[in-house]
Antibody, heavy 118, light 107 residues
Framework: EVQLVESGGGLVQPGGSLRLSCAASGFSVSTNHFNWVRQAPGKGLEWVSVIYSGDSTSYSDSVKDRFTISRDNSRNTVYLQMNSLRAEDTAVYYC????????????WGKGTTVTVSS | EIVLTQSPATLSLSPGERATLSCRASQSISSYLAWYQEKPGQAPRLLIYYASKRATGIPARFSGSGSGTDFTLTISSLEPEDFAVYYCQQCSNWPRTFGPGTKVDIK
């Protein structure tokens, strides 16, 4: 079964760091593109970051220079390292697989919750 | 950045009725538009991609149309499980952007 499972969320103080993990099963992370999408409480969906199969990356302006996306092909896992966290980063973070042809998000994890608060 | 506008914000309908949801892009995105359904406590689910292609396992009552800047998601006859929030996403340009969502609720 094709599946993504996120982990690593939790409560962190402003200025702190967290690393989210996204474990894939049923397919290989090395040949796919992955996006992180977040949803703040009561809000809509916001694109955060992408990593392509060739390892190029991109970030939204709101997280650029603070977040880093990466992958470990041997663990079949994608990561999101989040530094200098702010209250406005509080959200459910979804790991998603992006179709390589028409670029839609065809597989979603269940999400992991990040709360930034003192 | 491409801005997506969805209308209406809320659509109140009864089971069996037809739902028509609109998504408008601030510039042309060809057919690179996807629709997702979100229910409380669940991750979003892909419904439609490339404007009109149904994702695997999506019932035929869901259909998408449009190209350029104007797109429509139609649910031909609402089932009880269809009451949810629907988001459009443009997959043409970076950064990827989502619309603010349309909530379809029970009248």
């Amino acid at each position: 079964e094709v599946q993504l499972v996120e982990s690593g969320g939790g409560l962190v103080q402003p200025g702190g760091s967290l690393r989210l993990s996204c474990a894939a099963s049923g397919f290989s992370v090395s040949t796919n593109h992955f996006n992180w999408v977040r949803q703040a409480p009561g809000k809509g969906l916001e694109w955060v970051s992408v990593i392509y199969s060739g390892d190029s990356t991109s970030y939204s302006d709101s997280v650029k220079d603070r977040f880093t996306i990466s992958r470990d092909n041997s663990r079949n896992t994608v990561y999101l390292q989040m530094n200098s966290l702010r209250a406005e980063d509080t959200a459910v973070y979804y790991c998603t697989r992006e179709s390589g042809v028409t670029y839609h998000l065809d597989v979603w994890g269940k999400g992991t919750t990040v709360t930034v608060s003192s | 950045e491409i801005v997506l506008t969805q209308s209406p914000a809320t659509l109140s309908l009864s089971p069996g009725e037809r739902a028509t949801l609109s998504c408008r892009a601030s510039q042309s995105i060809s057919s690179y538009l996807a629709w997702y359904q979100e229910k409380p406590g669940q991750a979003p689910r892909l419904l439609i991609y490339y404007a009109s292609k149904r994702a695997t396992g999506i019932p035929a009552r869901f259909s998408g149309s449009g190209s350029g800047t104007d797109f429509t998601l139609t649910i031909s006859s609402l089932e009880p499980e269809d009451f949810a929030v629907y988001y459009c996403q443009q997959c043409s340009n970076w950064p990827r952007t989502f619309g603010p969502g349309t909530k379809v609720d029970i009248k």
